[in-house]
Nanobody, 124 residues
């Protein structure tokens, strides 16, 4: 069982930065691949980024590549999403998820646990 709690969301102007955190409970955090997804009003949840158990592999959605960076600290049971050069279209609720499997990292169905989400609003 893994419980996830996101934090760090807020209101920021276009071009600004935010750092999201996702704190996980339990001693098995290091066994999970972690991902960030987001959901804008009226839209489906979409993949943002993922990181492997030891942090050695990362993948990003094309829409955030070069602007967002995912990282993790297994000693702190925490995964991060550094978001730079934010755009109004990045406005969404951001969720972190944990998955045991290595495949289909871009699909929400592959994730076993989810946090409650944190709101990110980017004003123009």
């Amino acid at each position: 069982q893994v419980q996830l709690v996101e934090s760090g969301g807020g209101l920021v102007q276009a071009g600004g930065s935010l750092r999201l955190s996702c704190a996980a409970s339990g001693r098995t955090f290091r066994n999970y691949n972690m991902g960030w997804f987001r959901q804008a009003p009226g839209k489906e949840r979409e993949f943002v980024a993922t990181i492997s158990q030891n942090g050695g592999r990362t993948y990003y959605a094309d829409s955030v590549k070069g602007r967002f960076t995912i990282s993790r600290d297994n000693a702190k049971n925490t995964v991060y999403l550094q978001m730079n050069s934010l755009k109004p279209e990045d406005t969404a609720v951001y969720y972190c998820g944990a998955r045991m499997g290595g495949s289909y990292y871009y699909s929400g169905a592959a994730y076993d646990y989810w946090g409650q989400g944190t709101q990110v609003t980017v004003s123009s």
